[in-house]
């Protein structure tokens, strides 16, 4: 008996390791994204969404287009910044499209 329990346990944990390895490529993705949209929280609000009369912009909400331009001057740095111009150069054009994408589905 305890044998055939310990067989069961083990089929059970085998088939947990096997469906916890098959996460798909898109929820891979969307990982990807909330942890790049992570790094913004501290100073615009979790998902871009800041409380009211804060001092930062909300990013939830903007056009996509406005966040892509406005992250593209701050790293030509033809928009002054006292911190977005060092944050943005840490960015691929890529990463700042799905950025501005996540941020501009947020409501
Ligand atoms: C350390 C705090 C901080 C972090 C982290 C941060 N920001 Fe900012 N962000 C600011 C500040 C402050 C401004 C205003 C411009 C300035 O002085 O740098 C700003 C402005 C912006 C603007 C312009 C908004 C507007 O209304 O014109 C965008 C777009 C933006 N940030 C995007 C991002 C994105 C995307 C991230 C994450 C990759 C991010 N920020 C992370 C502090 C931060």
Redesign the pocket.
């Known amino acids: 008996m305890p044998d055939q329990i310990i067989k069961s346990l083990f089929i059970v944990v085998i088939s947990a390791m096997l469906f916890a390895g098959t996460a798909s490529a898109a929820d891979q993705q969307e990982l990807y994204i909330k942890s790049?949209?992570a790094?913004?929280?501290?100073?615009?609000g979790t998902n871009?969404k800041s409380i009211k009369d804060a001092?930062?912009?909300?990013?939830a909400g903007?056009q996509s287009a406005?966040?892509i331009?406005?992250?593209q001057a701050?790293k030509t740095g033809s928009?002054?910044?006292?911190?977005?111009?060092?944050?943005?150069k840490?960015?691929t054009d890529d990463?700042?499209k799905l950025?501005?994408n996540y941020?501009a589905a947020q409501n």
């Open positions: 790049l949209a790094t913004c929280a501290n100073c615009h871009g001092a930062l912009p909300a990013l903007m406005a966040i331009e406005q992250m701050f928009r002054s910044a006292t911190i977005m111009h060092q944050i943005a840490g960015y990463q700042i950025l501005a941020f």
